[in-house]
């Protein structure tokens, strides 16, 4: 006696879940692989700006610290003589507001 196999139909829907359910893990994995490839290139970015941020801070604290000497008294007074200039404290005058 030859055994009957009996072929169960799969309905539409049926091929529809297990369609749908090959793509999820088809394309699950190359969506970690690509998210996390894409949080890597971030991160590197990242990193770059904050260096370039730590060099223009020093960049600017050294410029502040040009600015200061320039600004100081004594190279005031240089650069007045310099210019013929002089000093004269008597000729300053102070400014307040009464209230």
């Known amino acids: 006696m030859k055994k009957m196999r009996k072929r169960v139909k799969i309905s539409k829907f049926e091929r529809l879940i297990y369609t749908l359910a090959l793509f999820l893990l088809v394309i699950a ?28 801070k020093k960049t600017n604290e050294s410029i502040g610290m040009t600015i200061d000497e320039l600004a100081s008294l004594t190279k005031i007074q240089q650069v007045a003589e310099e210019q013929g200039l002089s000093y004269n ?10 209230n």
Not at 29 to 56: C, D, G, H, Y
């Open 89 to 98: 404290n008597n000729n300053i005058k102070s400014v307040s507001e009464d």
């Open 29 to 56: 994995p190359v969506s970690i692989v690509f998210s996390k490839a894409t949080l890597a290139k971030v991160n590197f970015e990242v990193e770059k700006e904050k260096k370039e941020i730590a060099v223009q």
